[in-house]
């Protein structure tokens, strides 16, 4: 469920790229303008309005704002604007060039997108950095690491409702027998989790807390401090439980000592027109206090006022 707010009736797009450009003129920039138009449309809009820009103005909507932008409020911003496949690529290509901590978010993409999601995704990398999402994530990564994210973003997971349950059965079992023997690694474990669809995976953990206890990421913290099996954890979270394993993100995000912009930013930009609502309901559960008090609480200036527009919040 979305969060955004549009305005009706919507504005010509002619009128909301007239109003940008204004927004850059002149002495200093109107950043409340800003503001006011994309944090008020929808993907389908943002896409016409930076198609209609570049026509009319000769320049890329996304490096005007970069120019006239700073800092977390730019990032946001330009994450924004950008098409989800795109804005996928963007992260994922990013996420390759860093260390092993960043590796969480090639899961989110490989785990929470639609296989349709994840191969544009796939498809948008091609084309802004003419080498595959697979190459780099097997470049920049090695051992178990490799071996997990690897299948995860190759993978075209079937979308149906259809399960086996015979077959869930039997691969609830393989589950708890490896994670017993503590075979992280076992190349059906890893098969399983990165292959199946969510809906299989769905009746494959459900069984495996019926017939051995707990749930599987009880048995897979046997050690908190193991980042492979906390990236399995996130694995897990990431197919069954989008909304809880962001809603945990965002709360790390703004309960650090200094807010993780990073993390913000990007769960807000990417999963606004998804499940943002469900999302800020599950913070609001956990955490007794909404979402957009506890942005207001950690973060100020455009950046907080741009965070609010996108939970529909501001008073736009």
């Known amino acids: 469920m979305s969060t955004l707010t549009v305005p009706h009736p919507l504005p010509p797009v002619s009128d909301d790229c007239e109003q940008l450009r204004k927004a850059f003129s002149g002495w200093g920039t109107n950043e409340g303008l800003i503001i006011s138009i994309l944090g008020h449309r929808n993907a389908d809009q943002r896409k016409v309005i930076r198609e209609t820009y570049s026509q009319t103005y000769g320049e890329d909507l996304l490096k005007a704002l970069e120019k006239e932008l700073t800092s977390d409020f730019e990032r946001l911003v330009h994450l924004w604007t950008l098409e989800s496949a795109e804005r996928d690529a963007f992260l994922a290509n990013e996420a390759t060039k860093k260390w092993t901590s960043s590796n969480q978010v090639l899961v989110e993409i490989a785990s929470t997108r639609s296989s349709d999601q994840l191969f544009s995704a796939k498809k948008a990398y091609h084309a802004l950095y003419k080498k595959s999402l697979e190459e780099d994530v097997a470049h920049h990564t090695t051992g178990d690491f490799r071996k997990l994210l690897l299948l995860l973003v190759s993978s075209y997971r079937y979308e149906g409702d259809e399960v086996n349950l015979t077959l869930a059965k039997a691969e609830a079992k393989i589950l708890h027998e490896k994670i017993s023997n503590k075979a992280y690694n076992d190349d059906d474990l890893i098969r399983i989790l990165a292959t199946r669809s969510k809906a299989q995976i769905n009746a494959t953990l459900n ?11 009880k048995d897979l913290k046997a050690d908190p401090k193991d980042e492979f099996l906390a990236l399995l954890r996130s694995t897990v979270k990431c197919l069954i439980r989008p909304e809880k394993y962001f809603a945990k993100i965002i709360r790390l995000a703004i309960n650090k000592r200094g807010t993780d912009e990073g993390a913000l930013t990007r769960v807000v930009a990417t999963r606004a027109e998804i499940d943002l609502k469900i999302i800020a309901d599950e913070y609001q559960r956990r955490n007794s206090v909404p979402l957009d008090q506890a ?16 939970l529909g919040h501001d008073d736009a």
Do not use: P, R
Not at 207 to 217: P, T, V, W
Not at 295 to 305: C, F, N, P, S
């Open 207 to 217: 069984h495996y807390k019926d017939a051995f206890g707990q749930d599987i990421n």
């Open 295 to 310: 942005i207001v609480k950690d973060t100020t200036g455009d950046y907080e006022k741009m965070l609010l527009a996108i």
